[in-house]
């Protein structure tokens, strides 16, 4: 069974993975294609510019996927916080805009083409980032990687300014201009000037206001299915039951809850975020599986990540990933700050989107749909959930 890419399918990226499974064996253009134990397979390859016509054998059944790849109009274009390899419009420009910021151990990357950003140095504890007029800022990623989000928070103060705060005494290096991924950065290094020091709280966003309704959001539904597990589950099911089993363990702990759809059926994202309004939710958790778009390795990137938009949920959705992490086998695929639509149209309650795993990676599709693997991550939620009700 063949899930993904679909025949005819469009893309500008120079390559595409495959997503499947087979009892016994696969080819794709007469290459043998690595089996898990499971059967699921994950197979990536390269593609040229115009139609190419791929050769795939599933256990025996010999059919062809057309994909069509053309030119993209801009360059580097990004996808969770990343650039991805693409094909180039040669009419197109360097892109002169703050697009994404990665937060690595002792490092920061900003992704702003061949314009340098401006950073200035308050104290050793706080810097201020700055998009200049050539640099227009259309920053809609941070990505907090690894456990950096305990260390350092970086906080909007105008469409064109941002201030970011570090837990510990820094020293910092001169921006440099680097390639990450075949695009360019600008990387600022830093280092603790002592690790002994305990690290301040650099949640700047105050306490999580005290929660009595909780507006529960499995993502897509209808004919959104979201993306399909290699054995050919949908992210629609999945979503909807781990929200209806979270949701029976807060009833179950007198905790209000609801949930914006309770079968499968078609709801808007103004429609989710209306639900929560009309309802009076204090907090507000969408629950997605995860997927990749073209261009990315589907068997690398694994693990849970949280995404919040307004600094008031900024602490629910790293306390959110610790907790998921701490309880479950998954690692953590990083906490972002991203412009989506349930987050940023819902500002006065803390809003976050969790996406447990990844459902199209071959093995990790298999964990995150099993009922141990759900018990342990509802289980997380409500732990917390509970801490925060109890602080009354």
């Known amino acids: 069974m063949l899930i993904y890419p679909p025949n005819n399918h469009q893309t500008t990226s120079s390559n595409i993975f495959f997503i499947g499974s087979a009892r016994n064996f696969c080819t794709i253009q007469n290459n043998s294609v690595a089996l898990f134990e499971n059967g699921n397979f994950a197979h990536t390859l390269n593609l040229n510019l115009g139609v190419n016509p791929i050769d795939i054998n599933i256990d025996g059944e010999n059919f062809t996927r057309e994909i069509i790849v053309s030119a993209s109009p801009t360059l580097s274009p990004l996808a969770y ?21 990665i937060v690595r151990p002792n490092r920061i990357d900003f992704h702003s083409g061949n314009i340098k950003p401006e950073i200035f140095i308050l104290n050793p504890q706080t810097l201020i980032l700055k998009a ?3 640099l227009k800022n259309n920053l809609n990623w941070i990505h907090y990687r690894d456990e950096t989000y305990k260390l350092i928070n970086i906080v909007p103060k105008s469409q064109d300014e941002y201030q970011i705060n570090f837990a510990l005494p820094c020293s910092f290096q001169e921006l440099k201009q680097s390639k990450i991924e075949n695009s360019k950065f600008w990387s600022c290094d830093y280092s603790p000037q002592d690790n002994n020091i305990v690290p301040t709280n ?17 993502g897509h539904g209808g004919s959104q299915s979201g993306t399909v597990s290699p054995q050919g589950l949908q992210e629609k099911t999945l979503n909807l039951q781990f929200a209806q089993l979270l949701a029976q ?6 905790i209000n809850c609801f949930l914006t759809r309770n079968e499968d059926q078609e709801i808007s994202l103004a429609e989710r975020v209306e639900q929560a309004k009309l309802n009076s939710a204090t907090m507000f958790i969408s629950i997605h599986h995860n997927a990749l778009p073209d261009g990315r390795d589907p068997i690398l990137e694994q693990g849970i990540s949280t995404h919040y938009y307004h600094e008031n949920a900024r602490l629910l ?9 701490s309880l479950t086998s998954l690692k953590s695929a990083g906490l972002y700050r991203q412009d989506l639509f349930v987050l940023r149209e819902l500002p006065n309650i803390p809003s976050v989107l969790i996406e447990l795993g990844f459902l199209i990676h071959p093995t990790e599709s298999e964990i995150i749909s099993s009922i141990e693997f759900q018990e342990q991550a509802s289980e997380a939620i409500l732990r917390l959930i509970l801490a925060i009700h109890h602080e009354e």
């Open 81 to 101: 916080a990343y650039p991805y390899p693409y094909y180039a419009n040669q009419e197109s420009q360097d892109r002169y805009s703050l697009e994404s910021i």
């Open 132 to 134: 200049s007029d050539n």
């Open 202 to 218: 650099i949640i700047h966003s105050n306490n999580i206001p005290k929660t009595h309704i909780i507006c529960l959001d499995p």
């Open 249 to 254: 363990k807060l009833q179950d702990n007198n």
């Open 317 to 325: 959705a790293s306390q959110l990933l610790e907790n998921l992490t």
